[in-house]
């Protein structure tokens, strides 16, 4: 069994930053992909960025610039910075994970979800 814990959610002005952090534990072999996923209020789910095993990432256009997500393999953990945070980015934000278990069985796992808003 794989648990995905986030943290780093919160209140920020306009123009303020946050970090998200999300640790995978349990039963895992290796992880394949890592991202984050924001849902507004009305809206569907969407993806923020992600990031693959070899470091390659992707970006949503809207947050380009202004976001970077990293990732510590060691602690099995990626990151999400959050930088020049508008209105627009208030959401719930999912981390989403593609893993490998120690079984060799490969599945998809969502953390929570952490609150960001942004508001002054």
Not at 3 to 32: D, H, K, T
Request: aromatic share 8%; glycine share 12%.
């Amino acid at each position: 069994q794989v648990q995905l814990v986030e943290s780093g959610g919160g209140l920020v002005q306009p123009g303020g930053s946050l970090r998200l952090s999300c640790a995978a534990s349990g039963s895992i072999f290796s992880i394949n992909v890592m991202g984050w996923y924001r849902q507004a209020p009305g809206k569907q789910r969407e993806l923020v960025a992600v990031i693959i095993s070899g470091g390659s990432t992707n970006y949503a256009d809207s947050v380009k610039g202004r976001f970077t997500i990293s990732r510590d393999n060691a602690k099995n953990t990626v990151y999400l910075q959050m930088n020049s945070l508008k209105p627009e980015d208030t959401a719930v934000y999912y981390c989403n994970t593609l893993i490998t278990a120690l079984s060799r069985r490969v599945g998809e796992y969502w953390g929570q979800g952490t609150q960001v808003t942004v508001s002054s």
